[in-house]
Structure formats: C-alpha cells, structure tokens
C-alpha cells in the first residue's frame, strides 16, 4: 500500500515564513533533536525501554534520520514544484506500523519537538508566527504518515497498532556463516500473508527487563503459516556498540521459546516475473533478496534473474546454500558472486575484490533490487546510474532509521 496523493499544501504565509526559517533551523537541527529525545525520554522513558532502538539512540541514528526527515519535507512544502517525498513517507509509515505506533503517539512527538525548538532557538526567535507555521508542517507530515498507517493497518487486517503475535519458534538452524534461521508460528491468531522483501519486528525482553523491537526481513515463500527470518549476531566495531537484540536472540534463543513477532509490512514492490530482474546484495542485505527468491521459485519460476552479491569470503555469505538450491528452481537465472579476501576456488561466477558492474550485462527494461549497508548501496546506486539505470527501476531496502534517504 503507497500513498497515491501529494500531501496538503502550506498557506502561501506559512510557505514564507518557513522557507525564511528553515536555513536557521537546519544549522541546528541536531542540537534540536537532540534536546527533542532528551525531554521525551525524560517524560516517557518506556518509550526508550520499550519501542525506540536503544543502540541507535547511542549512535545517534535516530535523531539524524528525524532530522534529515524533517528537513526534507518541509523543503518539499515550500518549492512545490518539487516531486512530494512519497518515498520518505512510505518508508516511515512501513516501519511505523510494524512497530505499532498508533495516532495517540503523535501529540508526544509534538509537544516535546516543538519545546525543544523553544529551547535551542528562544522565544525571542520562536515567535508565534514562527511556531504557527513549524505547527503546520508537522500536522502535514503527522497527519499524512497516520492516514497512510491506519490503511496500512486496514490493509493487514487489523486494529491501529494491533501488530503483535505472540509466536513460538518452531525451528531454529545455525547457518555455517554464523546467521541464525528462526521459524516461528503464532500461537493465536494466525500471521496475515506477506509480500516478497517484506518484514516483521521481534521483540524481546533484555536481561535488564526492556522490551527491545528489530526489524527482520522474511526469508520464507508467502503462503505459509510460519514464518522465517534470519538474525545476524552484530559485532562491536570500532565506536559502535555490538547488536543488542540480535546478538542476545543468536545466543539464547531455542526451539519452543516464545517471542512477539508482528505482522509483516514493508513497501519493496512485489515482483511479478514479467520483467528482467537483478537482484544485488552484500552480507546480511542478501535475505530481502532470498525473500524475493522464494517467491519467484512459486510464482514466476520463468523469471529472467540476475543474483549480484558481495561478501568477505565464501564462508561469511549468508544462506549461500539455500540461495543455490533456488537459483537451481529457476532455469533463467544467473549468479555472480565477489569476495573481498580474493579466494574464489575457481567457482563459475565468482570474482576477487568488490562488487562492480563494469563487466556486467543489464537489460535495459530490469528492475533492480538493492540491499547492503549504507556505503555499499550508495557505491552500487552511482554505478547504476551512470549505467543509464532510471531512479524509477531501482528499490533499495537498507537497515538503517534513514533508509528513505537512499531515494533522493
């Protein structure tokens, strides 16, 4: 479900106004979300505990990617001979909904943003022209994202925020490259269908007693009643902390444990098989990929496929084994894989080093399908471009709070 409709105009005024502010309050924009989490937190601390990514709140991830959004729809209300941020607005909603956020949430939001616009501005500067118009862009965008969330909500069957399923894992396999394979089974109500790419949140209780919620792409064929996601155990490397949820879901989760897994969404178009396709990943970003895989073996095994992916070395490629055994169903596939450690073995297909299109083939009509982490994603965006990939061919999923950016 995507938003069909422009989001509604600011009053020529307020358009002023804020196109004469905006420059002051992108120079402080950090320090304004910053001061925004502080007093939210201060006021709601489950919400920390309980909702928001502990270890991107840390790295400052968070506050950067509601900075950066923002700032970019309130540049598209004021030039509207500006595409409308459609891409923004679906990622946030997406991933609003698969955490439950309901419209009841947004006046939090509101109150604490706007006092802390007070506080690292003035009253002095924050007059009450000023704060008339900043009110009007943030009820644009709010009201935008919670009519996009509720037909979300709609179109999954369910009650705003009734996302959750308590379910059961039912099976549970160590991939060779240190991935792990969860299959779960709700243990009431049953999980609504799902697209290809999609995802769902899990949550789980830390050992301190916070309910913390990460995103997971399914890496099952639509249809089933179980689900499968795959779980990364993340590293601390260099400043940035080691994955919380996912290395404590790695180390102590069993077959027959229970978890809160919600219905899945996520806004990757389906494939339909009718077009050429290239699929692109690196490390981990290769189980939307797997998804989408999955689903062609079903539905469209006639499908022309080109798999792309990028890893270290063979043996830290995810689920390598099971992307074979598909490539296998589908007789118009190909494989090209790159390891950075350069040790190929001689295997058909793959290439030492970095991933790069120079040599490779694409079909003009392809739809291309990007997932790896951020430098990845913007190297290989730059290479599609320059290949005369139009913006409109391209889908990109990153796991990260600011994964919309990739679209501008």
Known sequence: MTITAAPAQLEPAHAEIVSATLPLIGAHIDEITTEFYRRMFAAHPELLRNLFNRGNQAQGAQQRALAASIATFATHLVDPALPHPVELLSRIGHKHASLGVTAQQYPIVYENLFAAIVEVLGADTVTEEVAAAWDRVFWIMADTLIALEHDLY?????????????????????????????TVRSVDEPFTDFLPGQYVSVGVTMPDGARQLRQYSLVSAPGARELTFAVKPVGSVADQPAGEVSSWIAANVCVGDLLDVTVPFGD???????????????GIGITPMIGILEYLAVEAPAATVQVLHADRSDQSHPLRERQHELLAQLPN?????????????????AHPGLLTLENVPLAEDAHVYLCGNNGFVQAVRSQLVARGVTTERVHCELFAPNDWLLGE
């Open 333 to 349: 596939a190909t494989l090209d894989v790159w390891y950075e450690d350069g040790l190929t073995a001689g295997a058909p297909g």
């Open 154 to 182: 709609r179109g999954a069957g369910v009650a705003d925020g009734d996302v959750y399923r308590r379910a059961r894992v039912v099976s549970r396999v160590d991939d060779t490259s240190g991935v792990v394979l969860l």
């Open 268 to 282: 990757l178009p389906a494939p339909d098989g009718s077009e050429p396709l290239v699929l692109i990943s690196a």
